[in-house]
């Protein structure tokens, strides 16, 4: 079978149909426009929507979300061992978060970081009111090709704060099961499992907000766009009691979800930043809190591959470690000292086998190849290379149609107090980008949504 279309309004060009070849006899079905316009609906009818680029307010326009015309092949051992392990990262982004000593050294001296640090700092330092913690997150994955043959689990990161696609996740597999079905492939139809992360986040959603022990409102951030405006009104309209509760328009909030806040233009005036402090310090739920956030980052997971480090998280567990360790790609720091400057080294001598990654997320700031050299032949002797951690770059063998594709799986946790009260591996995603773009996931118009199907 073959995987090479994607549908992003619409890029099916007749160049894509000639690189196919034979790949077309052996689907036994000729991908005409009418089969692509048979998935376009069918996207439709399942809600796999997104807003227009023209018309981003617009209620009235929506499009599908892009996504393959067909699922792609994923080796079943390889997708159990990510959801096998899911539970485990869980645990240990939670234990990392309550673990100052290990997130204060690394992180105070990024500039974003920094400034999350500075709550960070203030909440450590008071009493905190809310001992219930909700963690919603997701672990993305790729598929490592050995050069010496063999393929393996490596973690690309993992998300704490705004883990999207949990929604569109649990609709696309009905989507490609009826285009598989179409195509005359009922027998593959059958392999593209249930998903439904939307429910199982939901889940946690639920249980945290029924520990808050009182029948009242959630706030979500309904659109990413609007943080700031949120964050502002937010600081305008929200205010704590004396016990810390915290009302918004009058309304006391049980869970703050941050469907953003990650990134520095999310931040633009002293007022969102006051905003995120006072829903930080209140008595509600936050997903995550801001421990949690910072236990995501990029500097925390470098940290994390140390020798030693995972055994001091999980003492009594070497089974858990080794879960864990086993999907880890090599991870280098850039600090000052003798350690990073055979990082830079490294680096400097074999560029293409690594990526360059600054403590960001939402896709499109990691540096590959040439550029790495030229950032950092110009930092190497600055403080400022510390910004970035180097990481071996996995290198997926692209399938015919060369596209990449990265799994992730979703794990959603509330903790009160010392008990895990609820925590599971509620779903997967797969998302697929051309092998030319070597960062940038679906939101950048990169990567399309897919589906495993198991071999
Ligand atoms: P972000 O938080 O911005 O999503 P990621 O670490 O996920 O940061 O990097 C963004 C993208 O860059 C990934 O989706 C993946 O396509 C690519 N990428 C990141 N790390 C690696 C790596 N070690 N090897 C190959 N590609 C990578
Ligand atoms: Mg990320
Ligand atoms: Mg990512």
Excluded at 24 to 35: V, Y
Excluded at 46 to 69: C, D, I, Q, W
Excluded at 377 to 383: A, C, I, Y
Excluded at 443 to 449: D, E, F, H, I, K
């Amino acid at each position: 079978m073959q995987f090479i279309l994607t549908l992003r309004n619409c890029d099916i060009s007749d160049q894509n149909k000639d690189e196919q070849g034979d790949s077309k006899d052996r689907l036994s079905f000729t991908i005409t426009k009418r089969a692509i316009e048979i998935a376009k609906d069918t996207a439709l009818l399942h809600g796999v929507l997104m807003r227009t680029k023209e018309t981003p307010n617009s209620p009235e326009v929506v499009s599908y979300a892009p996504f393959t015309l067909f699922p792609t092949p994923v080796p079943t051992a390889l997708f159990h061992q990510a959801l096998a392990v899911q539970t485990h990262f869980n645990r240990l982004v939670d234990r990392v978060s309550q673990n100052p000593a290990f997130l204060e050294e690394p992180l105070a001296r990024y500039e974003m970081i920094a400034l999350l640090f500075n709550i960070y700092k203030q909440v450590q330092q008071e009493h905190r009111p809310q001992s219930i913690v909700l963690g919603l997150n997701r672990s993305d994955y790729m598929l490592d090709h050995s050069p010496y043959g063999g393929t393996s689990l490596k973690q690309i990161e993992i998300n704490t704060i705004a883990a999207s696609f949990g929604g569109l996740a649990s609709r696309t597999p009905d989507v490609h099961r009826h285009i598989l079905k179409v195509a005359n492939l009922p027998e593959e139809s059958n392999n593209v499992l249930d998903n439904n992360p939307a429910a199982g986040l939901a889940r946690g959603l639920a249980k945290a907000w029924e520990l808050y022990g009182s029948e009242r409102c959630v706030l979500k951030f309904g659109k990413a766009e609007f943080s700031e405006i949120i964050l502002i009104y937010v600081c305008r309209t929200g205010s704590l009691d004396e016990s810390r509760r915290l009302f918004v328009d009058g309304r006391e909030i049980a869970i703050v979800y941050f469907r953003n806040g990650y990134m520095p233009q999310n931040y633009t005036s002293e007022k969102s930043w006051e905003a995120r402090l006072m829903m930080e310090r209140s008595l509600a739920v936050k997903c995550p809190d801001i421990s949690t956030h910072l236990a995501g980052t990029k500097k925390v997971q470098q940290e994390l591959a140390r020798r030693g480090v995972l055994e001091r998280f999980f003492p009594d567990e070497p089974e858990t470690v080794a879960q864990i360790r086993a999907t880890f790609a090599g991870l280098y720091t850039l600090d000052m000292g003798e350690e990073g400057d055979k990082t830079v080294a490294m680096a400097l001598a074999n560029p293409d086998q690594y990526v360059l990654k600054p403590q960001r997320e939402g896709g499109g700031n990691n540096i590959y190849g040439s550029e790495i050299c030229e950032v950092l032949e110009n930092l190497k002797n600055s403080t400022e290379r510390m910004a970035y951690i180097l990481m071996d770059k996995i290198q997926p063998v692209p399938v015919q149609n060369y596209l990449l594709s990265e799994l992730g799986v979703f794990g959603a946790y509330v903790r009160k107090g010392k008990d895990m009260v609820f925590n599971e591996c509620v779903g997967h995603l797969l998302r697929t980008k051309s092998s030319e773009h070597a960062d940038g996931g679906v939101a950048a118009g990169v990567a399309v949504l897919d589906n495993p199907l198991l071999v």
